[in-house]
């Protein structure tokens, strides 16, 4: 049955967002690079073209104000992919619908959201978790961060359990699962192995190893490293930068992308090389300029970076 879907008018469209940000958001769709017709030999001339995204918790005031502005704004500075976040969880289908079709609209993909626990656990939650993203047009669904106090080899063995059948779960779908990492993740496990070599050990090959630049940086991990360790899993990078220093002289996270210290061309390569990248999505926790001015400032380094402005 064609469910109706309801016009949206401006101000049916911010009354739907702001009660879905104040309980918690994410989204995604289509191909992963944009489609070319291109023969064997301009292929060969041309380097693969990976779209570039934002993480919206990057713009999270704005977004809680105005959503439909917010994407407007977002698809004009440039920006190809937006990643939802938590609250998405709590948005109805209809309204799922109706931000889709604003995206398509704007030319916008959502190919990952970052979720919490609720969306990995078999029942209602994980249901209407696959039903969102599919809608939304996703591929990855992302668990933001662990669920509450994890102790030991045996809890992150019981998550990484978890994680692997919510994997199963979702392949159906067309759907996968993943894990962003925090500067937590970095630490030794019982004095040997970092949770995150567990993680990745004790998930399937086709799990997810979203990479927070940032936070690997500045717990003082070798982002290159783990890619190349990981080849093929790094799907997803997040593209945010790290400066020793505090957030009052606006360093640590509050640097703009290339402005810190994370090695972006080492980076980039060995994600492209063998990471298995597909997509890149700068992320921003705040800075000393507005939110949609920081985005832009990010943007537009990233394509100086890549020699595309």
């Not at 990976?50 to 918790?57: H, K, Q, R, W």
């Not at 959503?67 to 920006?79: C, F, K």
Request: hydrophobic letters at 35%.
């Amino acid at each position: 049955m064609k469910r109706h879907r309801p016009n949206l008018s401006r101000r049916n469209f911010l009354s739907l967002s702001t009660a879905a940000v104040a309980a918690f958001a994410l989204p995604g769709t289509g191909n992963l690079a944009r489609a070319e017709t291109t023969s064997p030999e301009t292929t060969a001339k041309r380097p693969k073209k990976y779209p570039i995204g934002l993480e919206l918790y990057s713009v999270r005031s704005e977004l809680a104000r105005d959503l439909p502005n917010t994407l407007r704004q977002v698809s004009q500075m440039g920006y190809e992919v937006v990643e939802f976040y938590a609250p998405y969880a709590h948005w109805s289908f209809p309204y799922a619908k109706e931000v889709r079709s604003r995206m398509d609209d704007l030319g916008l993909r959502c190919y990952s959201t970052h979720n919490d626990f609720g969306s990995f656990t078999p029942g209602d939650s994980m249901k209407k978790a696959i039903e969102l993203n599919q809608i939304l047009g996703v591929r990855h669904l992302i668990l933001a961060s662990e669920p509450g106090e994890i102790k030991g080899r045996d809890g992150w063995q019981k998550l990484c359990d978890q994680l692997t059948a919510a994997t199963e779960k979702f392949k159906p779908h067309g759907l996968s699962a993943g894990f962003h990492n925090h500067g937590s993740e970095w630490a030794a496990l019982d004095g040997n192995m970092r949770i995150m070599d567990f993680i990745a050990a004790n998930t399937p090959k086709d799990f997810v190893l979203q990479l927070d630049v940032g936070t690997c940086v500045a717990a003082g991990a070798d982002p290159v490293a783990w890619i190349n360790a990981n080849p093929g899993r790094i799907k997803i990078v997040h593209l945010k930068d790290w400066a020793p220093g505090s957030e009052a002289d606006n360093k640590g996270y509050r640097v703009l992308f290339g402005e810190g210290v994370a090695p972006w061309k080492a980076i980039t390569a060995a994600s492209e090389a063998d990471g298995g990248v597909e997509f890149y999505l700068l992320e921003q926790e705040g800075s000393r300029f507005s939110e949609f001015e920081t985005a832009r400032r990010c943007l537009n380094s990233w394509k100086r970076f890549r020699n595309e402005s």
